[in-house]
């Protein structure tokens, strides 16, 4: 019998708890609250509707912001790893775009396209969509030059080879770009509703520290972390895996 | 030699219709007056011509540097020639030509299909059979390379022996009249590789296809081949050939030790000794 090794993963979330315990204790509560003051602000938020508002604005703002981003990383990522011109064309681009922090572009989007909906989803999009393509491009640019002769030799054409060869050989970078922009567009999205919107996780928190409400900017960060961690680990570490079992070896 | 002296009062045109005719006809392979050179201008081939009978086993040996490589991609189009012809049954050479199968150095198996639809990749892009058929018939070729036991594990779970061979499967499934095999045990140990190489000739025995097999292991050539081709270091071509005339069925118990085999083994341990000369002589005025 192998006992399973000893993972000291599970003490990382209480040690933090105790730790923020320890601190809380040694200020008032309207400067920093104990855990259960920050849980029982949840369920005020919870019975009168609006942490689900709040929550649902958010999740749709990155859903959003994150597919159109995916759309145009396939394609942009896609064309510069299977087309040299292309990609010595983009990865200035990238580079450039991928070296200003997305959110110095919102007060510029807020001027153009005002308040809403479609402004934090171009934040999102724009924080998701170079990394994304970058991480697409390379993923192509991996698959071994052989795989693809073996399927011309086998008699594929240029469709059967993207879609039997390049498609196939690329979902692992494929799933690997999708955690990395949702993460990205989570990040970006917190910061644009904190700069510009009247609803959402980032607004609760901004507008939590604006009336000084400690306990309504402790939940919106708890919110935060665990939505990203939520979607980091049940969807897309799994896709991941999946995925990588067959690149193992 | 009357026939040729004929040919060569055909104008060029008429000439080069009549020579693939003829290609088509009797040879399953045909390099003719092929140049290569890169773009940097160093010269691989020039005038490079080599023909296999239909149903011929052909070893082409030479060291490393002779350009094994560059002749591959020549006779499978991945790289064209400046100048010159290659026909592979009678027609001119593409990656995609369903006559031409390509056994590579190393078995580049799609990692994500099973040893089963790899066997099956190309009867699918083909789609001429309905997927009942095609299974049948990977299957059919997996039992010949004696891995019906293994359709369906993942590459990574087979060994180094076993995925060349489902890599082998692969390509004969397609049924080419023309094998490139590209050192393919060359990875192997040397137990592998001889098993591997009575394999080989068992099913080429069965299957009748022409073989042009790339390696630079003089008693594998001798082993396997009717005819040995050597190659010179580049820019040189052919060196010169060697009919091997052993009995087959060629087994690994039996063959290697005639004494017939030892002398051609020993033939072109010396020729190979001539070329790796020749090379060196030509490298040292760079030296000095």
New interface residues.
């Given amino acids: 019998m192998h006992l399973p090794k000893a993972n000291w993963g599970w003490a990382s979330l209480p040690f933090l708890l105790l730790v923020w315990v320890a601190l809380a204790s040694r200020f008032p509560s309207y400067v920093l609250p104990q855990p259960w003051v920050v849980a029982a602000e949840a369920l005020r938020w919870i019975e009168d509707g609006s942490l689900w508002k709040q929550f649902r604005a958010s999740v749709l703002e990155e859903l959003a912001g994150f597919f159109s981003a995916v759309v145009v990383a396939v394609v942009l990522g896609g064309l510069a790893g299977l087309w040299r011109h292309f990609r010595d064309f983009i990865s200035p681009l990238n580079s450039l775009f991928m070296a200003i922090p997305p959110i110095a572009w919102a007060p510029l989007i807020l001027i153009i396209f005002g308040f809403g909906f479609f402004s934090i989803t171009l934040v999102i999009f724009i924080a998701a969509v170079f990394p994304m393509a970058v991480t697409i491009q390379e993923g192509v640019l991996g698959i071994r030059e052989g795989e693809v002769r073996a399927a011309r030799t086998l008699g594929a054409n240029r469709w059967q080879l993207l879609g039997l060869v390049y498609l196939p050989a690329s979902l692992p970078f494929l799933t690997a770009a999708l955690r990395i922009g949702f993460s990205q567009g989570w990040r970006a999205l917190v910061a644009a509703e904190m700069i510009g919107a009247s609803q959402g996780i980032g607004w609760m928190v901004s507008m939590g520290g604006q009336i000084g409400n400690s306990s309504q900017v402790l939940l919106g960060i708890v919110l935060i972390g665990l939505l990203a961690w939520l979607m980091e680990s049940l969807v897309f570490r799994r896709i991941e895996r999946h995925y990588q079992s067959w690149r193992a070896a | 030699m009357t026939a040729l002296d004929s040919i060569n009062d055909l104008t060029p045109l008429a000439m080069s219709q009549f020579q693939t005719q003829l290609a088509a006809r009797s040879d399953a392979l045909h390099i003719e007056a092929v140049d290569f050179a890169y773009a940097n201008g160093h010269t691989v081939f020039s005038n490079l011509n080599l023909r296999a009978r239909q149903g011929e086993f052909v070893a082409i040996l030479g060291p490393s540097g002779c350009g094994k490589t560059t002749l591959l991609n020549l006779l499978?189009g991945?790289q064209k020639p400046q100048a010159g012809r290659l026909l592979v049954d009678g027609q001119p050479t593409r990656?995609?030509l369903?006559a031409?199968?390509?056994v590579?150095q190393?078995p580049?198996?799609?990692?994500?299909l099973s040893a089963l639809e790899n066997v099956r990749?190309?009867l699918?892009?083909?789609g001429d059979k309905n997927t009942v058929q095609q299974y049948e018939h990977a299957m059919h070729y997996l039992r010949l390379v004696g891995l019906e036991n293994a359709a369906q594990r993942?590459?990574?779970?087979l060994s180094g022996g076993m995925q060349q061979r489902v890599?082998l499967a692969?390509?004969l499934a397609?049924e080419p009249q023309v094998l490139l095999m590209d050192e393919p045990f060359a990875a192997l140990d040397a137990i592998s590789r001889n098993s591997m190489n009575e394999e080989t000739l068992r099913l080429w025995a069965a299957l009748g296809q022409t073989v042009l097999f790339i390696t630079h292991d003089i008693d594998e050539a001798v082993f396997l081949a009717d005819r040995v081709v050597v190659l010179n270091i580049a820019p040189g071509g052919i060196h010169s050939e060697l009919a091997i005339d052993l009995p087959r069925p060629r087994t690994n118990r039996e063959t290697r030790r005639l004494p017939a085999f030892l002398d051609y083994r020993n033939e072109l341990m010396e020729r190979i000794g001539d070329v790796m000369a020749q090379s060196s002589s030509l490298l040292e005025p760079t030296f000095g």
């Fill in positions: 499978s991945f990656p995609e369903p031409l199968g390509y590579f190393s580049q198996l799609f990692p994500w990749f190309g699918r892009v083909a993942l590459p990574r779970q890599a692969r390509t397609l």
